[in-house]
């Protein structure tokens, strides 16, 4: 068991990604292709996450599987833009950054940053560009009278409440890793447990909408 101070962002948060999954399986047979795209990355997001923390406790960097996890994660949420958006040129720029984004991640830990190092130019770039989109769609889409009933605004809410702000994370991660400031490293690390938590409950919510009708 880690200490106490650890607890939230190595047991709690990782364990609250059941939240939306367990939400989403009642609904997974009506549920449309960009909702299935992310119960998958859910799904997989919760392998990676308990592999890398089984790993980190015996001692062993566990910063391999973040490079993994960058592109999995940059894959499935640029194609699950790409199927809510109708515009076949952003359809079609999204498809190029989906094969282009992993290539850019490999050419990254193999000639720029150790995959033992925070990937601090592919993460925050993959965070801009989720982010972007993000915002476009919400820029297109406009509001309506039940904006809040359809869900995939909550999914993009949770986006932009996790995302942006993350991206600072990421960019100082490895000055975070290597300060000797272990108060700042915790509260850090639990912010960032936080905006995920966030994150989860808003799609949950989100997920919860599948099928309304509307």
């Not at 033992?116 to 820029?139: G, K």
Request: aromatic fraction near 18%; charged fraction near 10%.
């Amino acid at each position: 068991m880690p200490p106490l101070k650890y607890i939230f962002h190595t047991i709690i948060v990782p364990c609250s990604i059941l939240i939306p999954i367990f939400i989403f399986i009642p609904k997974f047979k009506i549920a449309k292709a960009e909702f299935r795209l992310l119960f998958y990355y859910l799904l997989i997001s919760g392998i990676i996450n308990t592999i890398a923390i089984l790993v980190r406790r015996y001692h062993v960097s566990n910063l391999p599987l973040l490079h993994l996890y960058t592109i999995v994660e940059a894959v499935f949420l640029l194609s699950y833009f790409r199927q809510i958006f109708e515009d076949p040129k952003i359809k079609k720029i999204l498809t190029f950054l989906i094969f282009v984004f992993p290539v850019i991640c490999i050419l990254n830990f193999s000639f720029l940053q150790s995959i033992y190092t925070f990937n601090t130019y592919t993460r925050p770039l993959e965070a801009i560009l989720i982010t972007f989109f993000c915002m476009l769609y919400l820029y297109r889409s406009g509001f309506s009278e039940n904006w809040l009933n359809n869900p995939i605004n909550w999914i993009n809410m949770g986006i932009l409440i996790y995302f942006p702000a993350a991206c600072i994370i990421f960019i100082l991660s490895n000055y975070f890793i290597a300060s000797t400031n272990a108060v700042m490293k915790t509260m850090v690390w639990n912010i960032h447990a936080a905006l995920v938590l966030f994150m989860y409950l808003i799609w949950a919510r989100g997920f919860k909408l599948i099928g309304n009708g509307r």
